[in-house]
């Protein structure tokens, strides 16, 4: 597995790739939907690449001076279950980390809290998304 920090259009296309085939054809999210205004070209993103295949991704974006939001963390089906996530949540961390951040902040489903927990983020539940596809909650990590 080769980690990239996404900074070619090519590269970026590996996570639109990804993010299309997991989850907006899965959970038949429109396109419209699954990429919003916080995917631009100075948008970074993380792609995971298994020999020329991209197999996971992640963004990260500044919401402050101190906080970074990282979110759409999507693994391919058929990758799932070999800790694939939990490797692209870490590179994207320590890329936030080096870019200055303080405070790394996603907005998780409610069935993948624990995914995040294991990483030591903390939810907080009374922050409930209501989105037009899933319901999410906020949850912080002190990088």
Not at 3 to 11: Q, Y
Not at 27 to 44: A, G
Not at 51 to 65: F, K, M, N, S
Request: include cysteine.
């Amino acid at each position: 597995m080769e980690i990239i920090r996404a900074t070619k259009t090519a590269e970026q296309a590996g996570a639109y790739y990804v993010r299309i085939r997991a989850m907006a054809r899965k959970h038949k999210i429109p396109l419209n939907l699954e990429f919003d205004e916080h995917d631009t070209p100075e948008t970074k993103y993380i792609v995971i690449v298994d020999d020329y295949l991209p197999v996971a991704t992640c963004r990260l974006y500044a919401i402050d001076d101190n906080s970074v939001m990282l979110g759409r963390i999507v693994v391919l089906p058929e990758y799932r279950g070999q800790g694939i996530g939990t490797l692209v949540g870490k590179e994207v961390e320590k890329w936030a980390k080096e870019l200055g951040f303080k405070t790394a902040v996603v907005e998780s489903r409610d069935n993948k809290i624990h995914f995040y927990e294991t990483m030591d983020y903390v939810a907080d539940l009374s922050q409930k998304i209501v989105g037009e596809t899933f319901t999410c909650y906020r949850m912080e990590k002190r990088l």
